[in-house]
């Protein structure tokens, strides 16, 4: 188990950028694969962006390629989600989630979620 705790969201204009911070309890979270999710409001939760637990591989879904970058330090027990050139249809709350597998892109799979940070992007 790891417990999981998000900071970073906040409002910020379109075409601006955030960094989330996701940070992580328990020794063994270099054995994890990270993932990134989103929920917008009335929306089901949607898959954001994933890295191995190593940090070899990364997965993006399609609407975030180009624009954010996932990437981890494992010393610090810690995974983080570079969102560049933010569109209003990015206005969610974005969740961290830890996979005790390689990596994966289904939430269903994830079993230990932080609660989740606000992003709004105005227009």
């Known amino acids: 188990q790891v417990q999981l705790v998000e900071s970073g969201g906040g409002l910020v204009q379109a075409g601006g950028s955030l960094r989330l911070t996701c940070a992580a309890s328990g020794r063994t979270f270099s054995s994890y694969a990270m993932g990134w999710f989103r929920q917008a409001p009335g929306r089901e939760r949607a898959f954001v962006a994933a890295i191995r637990w190593s940090g070899g591989d990364v997965y993006y879904a399609d609407s975030v390629k180009g624009r954010f970058t996932i990437y981890r330090d494992n010393a610090k027990n810690t995974v983080y989600l570079q969102m560049n050139s933010l569109k209003p249809e990015d206005t969610a709350v974005y969740y961290c989630?830890?996979?005790?597998?390689?990596?994966?892109?289904?939430?269903?799979?994830?079993?230990?979620w932080g609660q989740g940070t606000q992003v709004t992007v105005s227009s």
């Open positions: 989630a830890a996979a005790y597998r390689a990596i994966t892109t289904r939430a269903s799979e994830y079993a230990n």
